[in-house]
């Protein structure tokens, strides 16, 4: 499980665009949001170096919380 600190991520478009960020890398992640505490809980098999990435790139800076 990767716990990820998203600081950008402040509405419900945003969770969408994260989770579709992660679920372009591995379609049998689970994502799961907490914008209260602007957090993401990812169970995937791909890489967290990968998956920062991609969040990255999509505008969401990811940090390990
Ligand atoms: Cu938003």
Redesign the pocket.
Known sequence: MLELSIPD??????VATVTKAVKALDADATVTADLASRSVSIETRAEPKAIAEALAEEGYPASPK
Do not use: T
């Open positions: 991520m402040s509405c419900g478009h945003c």
